[in-house]
């Protein structure tokens, strides 16, 4: 099994977010399936766990140990990537990286590390880019290249307070249809 730690988005992004999925949905065709996880700023990306119980235990110390802070979704922006073999695209809204978010990271990698061993995840370490997933996958990045450039101007300046830390956990195999599911919700600072 596969976990991974992210810190939800308030309501009013949340809603923004699904909105503009659903609208995106509907227009192209290319499925909701992302939207099984709650609007969210991924701290920690996926990394394999044997123990449960024990990560959980753990998320409640991190969770009691971090406190809200503000967190700033600037720009839309489009990443082609390749999912299940397809050439696609993940549309994202930028977050503007602040010391509170990086040392959250780094925390995470280092303290997850000590205590279960190897929880390396792709995309770990300082070249991270914080983000908020709108949409991914389901059509050809060509389609996505269309859907960018239509909705690529509208204006984004988000903020919310980055106050309910969330655990996704996945089943195998990993894919965008697959088994996975918001299975923890805490607030931070206690």
């Known amino acids: 099994m596969k976990a991974a730690f992210a810190l939800l988005a308030d309501l009013e992004v949340a809603n923004f977010v699904r909105k503009l999925a659903w609208e995106i949905h509907r227009k192209y ?3 909701t399936s ?14 394999e766990i044997e123990d449960l119980a024990k990560l959980e235990a753990y998320m409640c110390e991190f969770a009691q140990t971090t406190h809200p802070f ?16 397809m ?14 978010l990086r040392q959250l990271h780094d925390r995470l990698n280092r303290e997850l590390a000590l205590r279960f061993g190897d929880t390396r995840a792709a995309f770990d370490g300082p070249e991270y880019h914080f983000h ?9 990045i060509e389609v996505y290249r269309r859907m960018y450039a239509e909705i690529a101007e509208r204006t984004v300046n988000l903020e919310f307070t980055a106050s309910t830390l969330a655990m996704f956990v996945y089943d195998e195999p990993l894919c965008l249809n697959g088994n996975y599911m918001t299975y923890k919700i805490l607030p931070v600072g206690g």
Not at 87 to 100: A, K, N, R, S
């Open 29 to 31: 065709c290319t499925g």
């Open 87 to 100: 050439e696609t695209g993940i549309l994202w809204l930028d977050v503007q990286e602040t010391e509170p």
């Open 132 to 140: 908020m997933t709108v949409m991914m996958g389901g059509q050809s």
């Open 70 to 85: 503000p967190i700033k979704c600037t720009e839309l922006q489009l990443v082609p990537a390749t999912l299940e073999g």
């Open 34 to 47: 992302i939207c099984c996880l709650l609007p969210h700023v991924s701290l920690k990306q996926l990394f």
